[in-house]
């Protein structure tokens, strides 16, 4: 068993050591009834070269994001990983060590981590930001449950073109934990009346930039609204190149800004593990969850970098935590700070206007074909679009002549009629001007 | 020196240092001093080509950016020299032994990241159309199936991203079976030597914690359980085998007591690599357990994440599995992604995470199952535990046992006992395993032993590797003995860094970088 240095004489001489006669000594206190005899009813261990072939059959029923057209955002983007990116957050040191608990030997991990804070809390305009959350998702619930404990209130209000699953996931979070939501109905063109429903009851508004439909919202008219009736502004994003372009939500006044940071450093795997971005302002700091890493120096007076602000956090606080959450999502933060290092800000703004410049020329190419229409007045690498007849099976008809066109929105949204015939589509700079040229042909092909 | 509230030094003795650097750079020969990325980053550098887009009309609704991002970029071959030189400042498990309790820091296969990362699982988009991904289907499924049959139980919600959101999972599909049955309960049971992730994970769902507390040989007594059980509360969290390093022998009678009082019995799954193809937690009454992939199943812990916390559920309780989850089809799966596509007799919860949760940890976390299979599973609880029996052994004579000097699971728990009187604490002890070339094991922790030092060797060690190990530690505990305390009161030494200022840190926090003529502004 080539994983296990221990021998069978290794073994012998160690129990002759402990003193005791066999391996089923140790396990003395395992109910006899119930302990195994003899192996689970699992085939034994496989050579690496027969392991690579039975994992490599599954992946090859897949199709590979690369091997075709692709437009599939909805939440999760498909960019350009630069190799050093991968190969960095390999190395070892990086790769094989755990939460950065013994500072001394762990500032490689803690000065990223550092870094990495600055970036995310420069990118979203905000004055910190945490080491990081699972997701976007995740992320955004518990952006609810701080402004709740911030503002002491119990109720938040969901923007209708935040994503229909980050929604799911606040609404979970918040009817188990005897929280409310208000989720306005999904607003694929923008037009819902926000600011109407904001009142003194609010704990919270939040709100998607770009929506999961890609629309921008006017953030500024928003904040200063929600901030008129004593709730915060959680702005949520899913696609981080898109702050290369766009205002910074902090700017605008929002009082916490969490995101999907997936779209730079890390592939897409199927969902996960991905990587949550979350900021506040410095005044709500002691009430943010999650790991966070701070500057100080050691014994010799040399800048050094440690977990800190721990008394928040479940293993000190247990039931009287923020939040019970323990791990982040370390390499994934490692790998986007790697890819933002190397993008810096003019990478990033010149990724952006690539990314924005390739969707605007897809959204005339789609708007073109008859019968489709554009929904969106603003976007930025994502827009929705309207087909006549059901979304669903123009997705697998375009999957059928090998184009990933998008994601129908009634798969996230089922049952609604207003909402069968749409499609949101993305397009990032792997997008090329002749898989945007198919994509509009073989759509024209389908809906002929 | 300030203490937190465990008694764990958080500053370093004033004075201690041994003075400046002795070279010109900082540099240490091959330990090299790096910069902040901020400090050697340039705004218009970047390391990326990327093709300048020619003019075009925006729609961005007015958004546009009006102000700088603050974000320096390097070029390619500095980037590489900034992360590698920060590589080098970290202990991992590729350099040594890493003995932190509770925590499983096993070897990483590397035949695990390269099938993590074919293009067939990497670079699939979780929204694609399913009829292009049945191979991603077939993979959650086959990782399903290994989980059920390891633990004994009936179903497994995939979702949960972390340890601690599989805790959440678990207790909410707890919740919601309550509420089917149209009760509300307001406690949960939970042992005082629990992971702070389970009353924290309680505390959120607005359940009451109520402290078991621990028998004098750090198990919990059935009758304990008995005295605080009842219609009103919810159900026990327990970890088996415990933060003490033990199993919970009287686990049966335990079960069947929460169970009589129609609760359930959540189990914290951190400790499975002890016991799995030894027992199953499905046949000891078990109702939900979460399984840190990143323990057990050696998927990489990457200085703190990703990890991925499926949980297993029992009859009892599959039903509320939240979406998106597995149905049997057959031979195979079908995959249901939301509530309105769940049968009658499945009543989904809700939704944890956005998508199907951590497939690239399954992909690791499958690939080291079919590395080891049912021998190698069997083998390796067997290893680890042994390894952490030996190390126990090795030193029961030099270091203190808080509950005698008997057989452990996978890890070995020492308490402070052995540096009574001698001005040493665990700290300073666990600080001189740095200067020998050893991350320390986890301390104070578990809280029901005072001082606490917990070591988990695991089965990736060799006898040679533990041989020494021990070896450091008792020579450690010799000059404990002899009054050497230089070794201790200064240490680490040799390490990157010497003690930091933890206290300096949470007291005035510079949480991230400002540029110098920012600072005067940020510190009032």
């Known amino acids: 068993m080539r994983f296990l240095p221990l021998t069978d004489d290794d073994r012998r001489t160690m129990l002759q050591s402990i003193g005791v006669g066999a391996i089923d000594d140790l396990f003395a206190d395992l109910p006899s009834a119930e302990r195994l005899d003899g192996p689970l009813d699992l085939p034994n261990h496989m050579g690496e070269a027969t392991l690579e072939r039975r994992l490599a059959r599954m992946a090859g029923r897949n199709v590979p994001a690369g091997s075709v057209p692709f437009f599939v955002g909805a939440g999760a983007y498909r960019h350009h990983v630069p190799a050093t990116v991968d190969h960095l957050i390999q190395r070892s040191e990086f790769l094989t060590a755990y939460t950065p608990y013994q500072p001394e030997i762990s500032q490689g991990t803690l000065q990223a981590l550092f870094e990495f804070q600055t970036q995310v809390a420069n990118l979203t305009g905000m004055e910190v930001a945490n080491a990081s959350m699972y997701d976007g998702s995740t992320g955004t619930a518990e952006a609810v449950l701080m402004a709740h404990r911030v503002t002491r209130r119990d109720t938040a209000l969901l923007s209708g073109g935040l994503h229909p699953q980050y929604r799911e996931v606040v609404e979970t979070v918040s009817r188990l934990s005897d929280h409310k939501t208000i989720a306005l109905p999904a607003d694929p063109g923008g037009t819902e009346d926000l600011l109407e429903r904001i009142d003194d009851t609010l704990s919270c508004v939040v709100v998607q930039s770009p929506s999961f439909f890609g629309q921008i919202a006017d953030i500024a008219a928003i904040a200063e609204k929600a901030h008129a009736h004593g709730a915060l502004l959680v702005v949520v994003f899913t696609e981080a190149v898109s702050l290369g372009l766009i205002e910074a939500p902090g700017a605008l006044g929002a009082d916490i800004v969490v995101g999907e940071g997936q779209s730079i450093g890390n592939a897409l795997n199927f969902g996960g593990p991905y990587v949550g971005l979350f900021a506040t302002r410095q005044k709500y700091l002691r009430q943010m969850p999650g790991r966070i890493c701070g500057e100080t120096v050691d014994a010799d007076g040399a800048r050094g970098f440690v977990l800190t602000m721990s008394t928040r956090e479940q293993h000190i606080r247990r039931e009287k935590a923020t939040s019970n959450i323990c791990t982040n999502s370390g390499l994934c933060s490692l790998a986007f700070s790697i890819h933002m290092t190397l993008l810096g800000e003019a990478g990033l703004t010149r990724l952006a206007r690539l990314n924005h410049a390739r969707a605007c020329h897809l959204a005339d190419l789609l708007a073109a074909v008859p019968g489709v229409e554009l929904l969106n007045e603003s976007f930025f690498n994502e827009f929705t679009i309207r087909v006549p007849g059901e979304a669903n099976s123009v997705i697998e008809r375009l999957a059928e002549r090998g184009i990933l066109g998008g994601v129908p929105v009634s798969r996230l949204l089922p049952g609604d009629e207003a909402l069968a015939d749409l499609i949101v589509v993305a397009a990032t700079e792997t997008s090329s001007e002749e898989d945007c040229a198919a994509y509009a042909a073989a759509l024209k092909e389908v809906l002929a | ?524």
């Open chain 2, 1 to 524: 020196m300030s203490l937190n509230n465990q008694g764990r030094p958080t500053a370093p003795e004033s004075g201690s240092g041994d003075g400046g650097r002795a070279t010109f750079t900082g540099n240490k020969g091959l330990q090299i001093e790096e910069p902040l990325l901020f400090e050697i980053g340039r705004a218009e550098v970047t390391g990326v080509d990327i093709e300048e887009v020619a003019d075009f009309v925006p729609r961005l609704g007015g958004a546009k950016r009006k102000t700088g991002i603050g974000l320096p970029g390097l070029s390619e071959p500095e980037t590489i020299r900034h992360y590698v030189r920060l590589s080098q400042k970290n202990y991992a498990i590729d350099t040594g032994l890493y003995p932190l309790g509770s925590c499983t820091m096993k070897h990483n296969p590397r035949i695990n990241e390269k099938m993590a990362r074919l293009p067939g699982f990497s670079d699939i988009h979780p929204l694609q159309p399913r009829s292009t991904v049945p191979g991603a289907v077939e993979l959650i499924g086959e990782l399903a199936r290994w989980l059920m049959e390891i633990t004994g139980t009936a179903a497994v919600a995939m979702s949960p991203k972390a340890g601690a959101h599989g805790e959440l999972c678990g207790m909410m599909a707890i919740r919601a079976a309550l509420e089917a049955r149209g009760e509300s309960r307001s406690s949960v049971l939970v042992p005082e030597s629990a992971h702070g992730t389970n009353p924290a994970t309680a505390a959120l769902l607005g359940y009451k914690v109520v402290d078991i507390p621990s028998r004098d040989d750090g198990t919990v007594a059935p009758e304990a359980v008995a005295e605080l059980m009842s219609e009103d509360v919810a159900g026990i969290m327990l970890t088996n085998p415990n933060t003490c390093g033990l199993f919970e022998r009287d686990v049966k009678e335990i079960a069947a007591i929460v169970h009589e009082h129609g609760g359930y019995f959540y189990a914290d799954g951190a400790n499975l690599n002890a016991i799995m193809g030894k027992v199953r937690p499905g046949d000891l009454g078990v109702d939900a357990m979460h399984i840190n992939l990143h323990k057990t199943f050696s998927t990489p812990h990457g200085g703190g994440g990703p990890g991925a916390g499926p949980v297993v559920l029992s009859e009892r309780l599959a039903a509320f599995a939240p979406v998106p989850f597995l149905r049997r089809d057959g031979e195979g799966w079908d995959w249901i992604e939301t509530a309105r596509a769940a049968s009658d007799e499945e009543l989904p919860f809700g939704r944890m995470t956005a998508f199907h949760g951590q497939m690239g940890m399954y992909v690791r976390a499958l690939s080291w199952m079919y590395g080891h299979g049912a021998d190698g599973i069997r083998q390796a609880a067997e290893d680890a535990v042994l390894n952490a029996n030996y190390v126990r052994a090795g030193l029961s004579d030099v270091m203190s046992l808080p509950f005698g000097d008997r057989p452990c699971m996978h890890e070995a728990l020492f308490d402070d006992a052995f540096l009574k009187d001698t001005g040493i604490t665990t700290l300073d002890f666990a600080k001189a395993m740095i200067d020998e070339g050893y991350h320390p094991m986890t301390m104070y922790f578990p809280l029901v032993v005072h001082g606490a030092l917990l070591i988990e060797p695991t089965e990736s060690e060799s006898k040679a590797s533990v041989d020494l190990f021990v070896a450091t530690l008792r020579d450690l505990a010799m000059s404990v003995r002899n009054g050497d305390t230089g070794r201790f009161a200064g240490a680490p030494r040799l390490a990157p860094r010497r003690r930091l200022d933890e206290t300096r840190a949470a007291r005035k926090p510079v949480l991230k970088w400002s540029p110098p003529d920012q600072l005067a502004e940020v510190s009032t």
